[in-house]
């Protein structure tokens, strides 16, 4: 039976063979004898002779060891480098008294191996006990005089070790006059063997001859399937073999050849159809979902899932874009950490693992699976650049083949690429429609809020003109009683809805303020942070976009602030404070402010400050100043070549009935372009300036004459101008020193028919306010003397909690306070905050909005202030609503301090690292 199963080549080889095996066996027993003498020679060879080798070695081994012992003793003082000193001292006897024994048939040797013992004797009592003892004797300057004195201790030791070599020589000798006496014997043996072969070849031939026929027929029918396989290059097909011989074993080995071809070529195809499938993607959500499908489908994976990077440093998460065979809020974990769980570890260790035979018990615990219970797990990092972007997990009901494990490390070699072209292409797109959307919205806005205020205007004169003819009817209709009363009426009706339209025009540009700086403060931020370009990850025409949109979102934040305070003067809410100004550090502080402006543009600037002008002077300092800005700014911007200057004197009671016993005097003067005795009344109104051509060169809104002028009425004074055309202007200011303030009825001045603006009648415009802005700028670098933006540690590592309903918001002030280097986390309303807040305990900072759903600001900060354990956490309030009451508001709901949006970066980080340090 079994040779039945299985009859091979080696069977039949060995039946032919046994034939001369038993010929051999004759010869065998023939040269036995000869063989074991030479075998009892060889042991003696190999036992004695390396054994005597081993001693010898050992022996002078030890002799080194006590000689590197002595020297550690003598050159550290410690007494642990003398054990080996020790145990070679007592140990070297030994092995020498053994050596001594086994060359006991060669007299010439023991005595050269007494030769070396006394050596060694005399070196351990001369030299190595007596410098060792003068050592622990703390005699140190003996030792050295032994080591000069005593060249007798290092000659000995190599003495010692010659005689050595010279005894191993001589024992090399003995061992290769007996290896030749063997090589003697082999010769007269291998004649032997000789002789026995050639019979043995003769009936080997014949055998051979029997035997070659069966296995050369076999292996031609192997050689003709081969050939039939490669001519169609089909590796599918497989060699059938018969015979249960070797010929089978070649042709399962070609087999196994054909099978290994064929799993390269099923992965090479596997994995260009992974990649295939998610070329062209835009998007990682997508790219996720395609990538997971197709690893899964050719892995034979039973569930999977994707987790993509997101963050950088101790701050970077695994975030879940893309699971198969399972919903995305089932198949597994959401995120996690470098860490968290076999997924995070294999992250952290950047190496593909492989879980095989989980018992059916078996909780997936910290993977990325949640409950899913496999009998195969499967973990791989994606890598770009040497860094972990993404980790791929497959579970399967049965244990990954290593072809499957090729598969996934095939796939994710290119794959990282991939991810970081779609987030870096994502990145770009999305910041693109973002900052155009932003812009579209706040266009659309601030058209609307023209239109709107134009209506409210239009209202107001139709009420006004109502107002007239109610007056003209009243004295046409004097002897008729009944008309009287009922036009009285009407009049009083008509007056209220003035009232109330000014009510309700308040309002209205007070909420718009708020809709418009809300997408302001974000379209602000980001657009600093692009043109910034920290990352260097834009072109420089990138870059001129963003700083043209931060540009023009200074600009609109200029307008809405302009449309505001002239808002507050038609409604007679813009309150003035009277305090004292002053006016011995005003003409430095001017020049100061408009020094350099004067250097940019070639203009020579004089400020003039007469000696009788008293020091103190009694004003609304801020609208004071806001005048004179406007004034010069204006002056500036209209004078291309020539000088500016400012004259400050005191005047004669200019107007009696306003209780001032002095007035102030300051004119501003021009060599600019002028302005025609016709537009002199028109550049005064809100939203009229010069003609068309002034309006394209200069540009501008044309409000702020019409807020200084307004101002100036409400400080007690007046504004006079004289101009021609090209011939220049000055432009003169009288204001009226109360210490009281105005009196209620103290006459408002009025401008006369010659009153105009200076240069070109368009203020404090988009231009102004950006010249404006780089004036506080260089005067603040000026007095502080730092640089704009320092490398600041204190913000690193906080944590910072933003609460914001705005998504736009929290993304631009996430990104900024994170290139700090800070720890954000973010709230959508109140509720959510007060939620956090109990879980988190290291909170260093609150960035708070006021205007949010389920729970305002206001709520939100009383009940933080009434929780003991986070009482003294700093709250910063941010609006966009930036009425006078609200600072008031914030904080008395319990703010540390008020910020109104939209925001400067430099304002909020100042602001934040007071609160910060004073902790």
């Known amino acids: 039976m079994i040779g039945r199963k299985r009859f091979g080549i080696r069977g039949k080889i060995f039946t032919g063979y046994l034939v001369i095996i038993l010929c051999l066996v004759v010869s065998i027993i023939a040269v036995n004898n000869q063989i074991s003498s030479m075998q009892t020679e060889r042991n003696y060879i190999i036992n004695h002779d390396i054994e005597v080798h081993g001693l010898t070695n050992e022996i002078e081994k030890q002799v080194l060891d006590m000689e590197n012992g002595q020297r550690g003793f003598i050159i550290t003082g410690d007494e642990s480098y003398l054990e080996p000193y020790s145990l070679a001292a007592s140990d070297w006897k030994d092995n020498y008294n053994k050596l001594y024994d086994l060359i006991s048939d060669n007299p010439s040797q023991q005595k050269r191996l007494q030769d070396i013992r006394d050596d060694i004797n005399q070196w351990i009592q001369y030299t190595a006990e007596p410098s060792i003892q003068m050592k622990r004797d703390g005699q140190d300057g003996n030792v050295l005089s032994l080591f000069k004195k005593d060249t007798a201790r290092s000659k000995g030791v190599e003495d010692i070790r010659t005689q050595f070599d010279t005894f191993r020589t001589t024992e090399k000798g003995l061992t290769k006059e007996r290896a ?179 018992p059916d018990d078996y909780q997936l615990i910290g993977t990325g699976l949640g409950e899913v219970r496999p009998r195969s797990l499967l973990i791989a990092p994606v890598m770009f650049e040497n860094e972990v972007i993404a980790v791929l997990e497959l579970a399967s009901l049965e244990a990954f083949t290593q072809e499957h494990i090729d598969l996934v490390e095939n796939t994710t070699k290119t794959f990282g690429l991939t991810i970081d072209s779609v987030i870096r292409r994502m990145e770009v797109v999305r910041l693109l429609k973002e900052s155009q959307a932003m812009t579209e919205e706040l266009q659309a806005q601030s058209e609307e809020m023209q239109t709107q205020s134009e209506e409210l205007q239009m209202q107001s004169e139709e009420l006004r003109m109502i107002n007239e003819q109610l007056e003209q009817r009243s004295i046409e209709a004097e002897g008729k009683s009944a008309e009287l009363q009922q036009a009285k009426v009407e009049l009083e009706e008509k007056a209220k809805q003035l009232t109330l339209s000014s009510r309700y025009k308040s309002e209205f540009l007070a909420n718009m303020s708020h809709e418009l700086r809300t997408p302001l403060n974000s379209i602000l931020i980001l657009s600093e942070m692009l043109a910034e370009n920290s990352a260097n990850g834009l072109s420089s025409e990138d870059e001129e976009f963003a700083r043209v949109i931060h540009s023009s979102g200074q600009d609109l934040l200029n307008l809405i602030n302009d449309i505001l305070d002239l808002s507050k003067v038609e409604a007679g809410k813009l309150e003035m404070h009277f305090s004292e100004v002053n006016m011995s550090e005003f003409p430095s502080q001017i020049e100061r402010n408009f020094g350099h402006m004067a250097d940019k ?38 004078t291309e070549e020539g000088s500016v200057s400012l004259h400050i004197a005191k005047d004669k009671a200019f107007h009696p009935q306003v209780g001032a016993d002095h007035w102030l005097k300051v004119s501003v003067k021009d060599t600019g372009i002028g302005i025609p005795k016709d537009k002199h009344d028109l550049i005064f109104e809100a939203f009229q300036q010069g003609d068309g051509a002034t309006v394209r060169k200069y540009g501008g809104t044309g409000l702020g ?51 105009s603006e200076v240069a070109a009648a368009i203020s404090d415009d988009a231009a102004l306010a950006e010249e404006l802005k780089e004036i506080d700028e260089h005067t603040s670098h000026q007095q502080e003397g730092t640089p704009v933006k320092e490398e600041d540690s204190s913000f690193k590592g906080k944590k910072v909690l933003i609460v914001d309903d705005d998504h736009r918001n929290i993304f631009a002030l996430k990104t900024a306070l994170e290139n700090e280097k800070m720890n954000v986390i973010t709230a959508e309303n109140g509720t959510q905050c007060l939620e956090m807040l109990e879980n988190e305990n290291d909170v260093d900072l609150i960035l708070m909005d006021i205007m949010m759903p389920v729970m305002d600001g206001f709520e939100t900060m009383r009940r933080i202030r009434a929780n003991e354990r986070v009482a003294g956490v700093p709250i910063i309030a941010l609006t966009a609503k930036a009425m006078k009451s609200d600072r008031e508001k914030c904080l008395e709901a319990g703010a540390s301090d008020y910020i109104s949006k939209p925001l400067k970066i430099e304002q909020l980080f100042s602001v934040m690292r007071v609160w910060i340090l004073n902790k």
């Open 180 to 358: 030749d006496k063997l090589d003697n014997q082999n010769a007269v043996l291998k004649t032997s063997l000789y002789v026995l072969l050639f019979f043995v070849v003769l009936i080997s031939a014949a055998i051979a001859v029997f035997v070659s026929g069966s296995i050369v027929k076999t292996v031609k029918a192997v050689v003709r399937s081969i050939s039939a396989m490669s001519s169609n290059g089909d590796v599918t097909q497989r060699i059938h073999v018969k015979s249960r011989d070797e010929i089978r074993d070649l042709a399962e080995a070609t087999n196994n050849l054909l099978s290994v071809v064929e799993s390269r070529e099923w992965l090479q195809s596997s994995t260009n159809e992974v990649v295939e499938r998610y070329q062209g993607t835009s998007t990682i959500k997508v790219l996720g979902e395609k990538f997971i499908t197709g690893i899964a489908q050719f892995a034979n994976a039973s569930t999977g899932a994707i987790y993509i990077r997101e963050g950088e440093g101790g701050k970077a998460s695994f975030i879940k874009k893309g699971a198969y065979a399972a919903p995305m809020n089932s198949a597994g974990r959401e995120s996690f950490k470098l860490g968290e769980g076999l997924i995070g570890q294999c992250a952290a260790e950047k190496r593909l693992m492989v879980i095989d035979h989980l």
């Open 601 to 638: 543009k070639g203009l020579t600037f004089e400020v003039k400050k007469d000696a009788d002008v008293p020091d103190i002077f009694y004003t609304d300092e801020k609208r004071f100043q806001q005048i004179i800005k406007n004034l010069l700014s204006n002056a500036f911007k209209f």
């Open 705 to 755: 004459l019409s807020i200084c002028l307004e101002f100036v009425k409400l400080l007690g004074g007046q504004l006079e101008l004289e101009s021609e055309e090209g011939e220049g202007s000055t432009f003169t200011l009288y204001i009226p020193s109360l210490p009281n303030g105005l009196t209620q009825h103290a006459p408002m001045l009025v401008m006369e028919e010659s009153e």
